[in-house]
């Protein structure tokens, strides 16, 4: 079974929209995610931090790590694990394919 069978692909937003190395909040079937841009690759999240419920967008972008605006924690856009104290759960990622200038998002 490959991933296109397992998975319910969402288109969520136009890459366009998605400014370079930055990210953006969007809400796609019930789910609020969080679009990122590095460095050309676009990448997805759940939207909420683990630790203080604030909305990962209002964070600030560098590089590979998104920081929570509410306390300051770190989370791996790539993987979603945290890289820096108070977080320590990891947020969720999911699978991105880029088609026709739109970002298509994968949930189960």
């Known amino acids: 079974m490959n991933a296109d069978e397992t998975f319910s692909w969402q288109d969520v937003i136009a890459v366009d929209d998605v400014p ?3 990210v953006v909040g969007v809400i796609v079937a019930g789910k609020d995610l969080a ?7 676009i990448f997805a999240s759940d939207n909420l931090c683990t630790h203080g419920h604030a909305r ?3 964070g600030f972008l560098d590089g590979h790590e998104i920081e929570c605006p509410l306390h300051q924690g770190k989370f ?3 993987s979603g694990e945290s890289t820096c104290a108070p977080v320590t759960l990891a947020i969720r990622i999911y699978p991105v394919r880029i088609e026709n ?3 298509y998002v994968a949930f189960e």
């Open 76 to 78: 791996d856009v790539r």
């Open 56 to 58: 990962l967008c209002d």
């Open 101 to 103: 200038g739109r970002v």
């Open 35 to 41: 679009i990122y841009s590095v460095d050309g690759d």
């Open 20 to 22: 370079a190395d930055d």
